[in-house]
């Protein structure tokens, strides 16, 4: 079931037609509907005349409005005059000249390099970027160039733009900060490239700024690569000191064994005294069966028999010495056996060796160190000399108009906000 009600005041003459409606909507009946439209319809529209029917008078000007156009005019067309005025009247013309460049660090192989088994290295150096671009903002390298240019003097030529002019003399903290506002570096990390924008109320003084920066980087680059290289050969020397002193004391612990076990090569020693023993051994063979077969001759013991079996007792004799010496016997235990010289001797061999090729790799780096010190390997490298401005771009006046007319009309509209929501609450 539908039920609509209206609840506007209406006059009292209406009275049956909206309980005729009402009654109507209850049933549903789609006649009386069509009823309805003739006799409840009609006197509705006919209380227009009601107070609270009436249309809406016309606007008028009020005293706040008066209020808030003065103010619009005070708070955003005055400033915006003035702000106008002074960029095309009193503001004076800047020049930029441009400057871009990188710092690339290249290493080319020489012969050494080469025999040594180095690589080839030729990239950009971020570290060496980021501490240029620190040194672009420093206050040493704005004393310098002002030193060599004066650049309190440049940047004070307009007498009439106290806003965008240098006020002279000033100190160089000052100078600094005014430095931010004309020397504008832009440093991409992706491709490790420098640009930067300087501005002056001169061309030729833009230009020389540009020179003078470019020049002083390249000298910061070179007091870098200069500490680099020393660096770098300092470290080698004290490497090949350290190698050289090894060796020698490899070679003179070599020089006391020899000396001590007066041996040249234990090695080949060692091969003899193990050709001796095979000797020996043979001779024993020899000597078993002479005596085995002179036994099966004569049933009797005689000299010769005597003699035999003293020959095989001094071969014996001799290869238990022989095998004692070589550190096989059972005796070698108590006694410093060659098995035990050998080992000595090979072991000083190796450190020899050793310290012989951590000398040649020393001595390799040494000499490249040495290669690399006589050469440039870091430099700037400009893809952008300083250019040379014919036509003014500076201070771009629109931009700076819009931004001030846009800053103000905001400030204006957030007061007056505020201003009528305390207004309504009271």
Request: with cysteine; hydrophobic share 45%.
């Amino acid at each position: 079931m539908l039920r609509v009600t209206l609840t506007p005041v209406i006059p009292a003459k209406r009275n049956a037609s909206l309980a005729l409606f009402d009654a109507t909507l209850a049933r549903g009946s789609a006649g009386s509907l069509a009823k309805l439209s003739k006799t409840a319809i009609a006197p509705i529209s006919l209380g227009l005349s009601h107070p609270l029917m009436q249309p809406a008078r016309r606007a008028r000007f009020a005293p706040r409005h008066f209020g808030l156009i003065i103010s619009f005019a005070l708070c955003v067309l005055l400033p915006a005059a003035v702000a106008g005025w002074y960029l095309w009247a009193r503001a004076a013309d800047q020049y930029a000249s441009t400057l871009g460049f990188s710092v690339r660090k290249e290493k080319v192989s020489s012969a050494i390099e080469l025999l040594g088994g180095f690589t080839n290295l030729t990239g950009s150096s971020s570290a060496d970027t980021d501490i240029l671009y620190d040194y672009m903002h420093s206050q040493k390298l704005v004393s310098e160039i002002d030193a060599s240019l004066d650049l309190r003097a440049m940047w004070s030529k307009p007498d009439h733009d106290p806003i965008f002019a240098f006020a002279a003399p000033g100190s160089i903290e000052t100078l600094v900060e005014f430095w931010s506002h004309k020397v504008q570096v832009t440093y991409n990390n992706a491709t490790r490239l420098i640009e930067i924008r300087v501005l002056a109320f001169d061309p030729a003084d833009a230009q020389a700024i540009a020179v003078q920066l470019f020049e002083k980087s390249t000298a910061m680059i070179n007091q870098l690569n200069d500490a680099a290289q020393a660096d770098a050969l300092r470290f080698s020397v004290g490497e090949r000191n350290t190698a050289e002193a090894r060796l020698q004391a490899a070679r003179a612990a070599v020089t006391m064994f020899r000396n001590r076990t007066q041996t040249i090569d234990p090695a080949s020693d060692l091969q003899s005294q193990a050709g001796l023993l095979a000797n020996l051994q043979a001779q024993l063979a020899e000597a078993l069966i002479n005596s085995d077969m002179l036994a099966a001759s004569t049933k009797n013991p005689n000299a010769r028999g005597l003699q035999a079996a003293t020959r095989i007792k001094v071969i014996e004799n001799r290869i238990a010495a022989e095998r004692a010496k070589l550190g096989l016997g059972e005796t070698s235990v108590s006694t410093k056996v060659f098995a035990t010289t050998v080992a000595d001797y090979e072991r000083l061999s190796v450190d020899q060796e050793f310290a012989e090729t951590a000398y040649r790799a020393a001595q390799l780096a040494y000499e490249a160190a040495q290669v690399d010190a006589r050469r440039q390997t870091l430099y700037l490298a400009a893809h952008i000399t300083p250019t040379l401005a014919e036509t003014a771009q500076f201070p771009q006046r629109q931009m700076i108009l819009g931004t001030i007319v846009m800053f103000l009309c905001l400030a204006w509209s957030i007061a007056a906000m505020v201003y009528y929501s305390v207004r309504d609450r009271r």
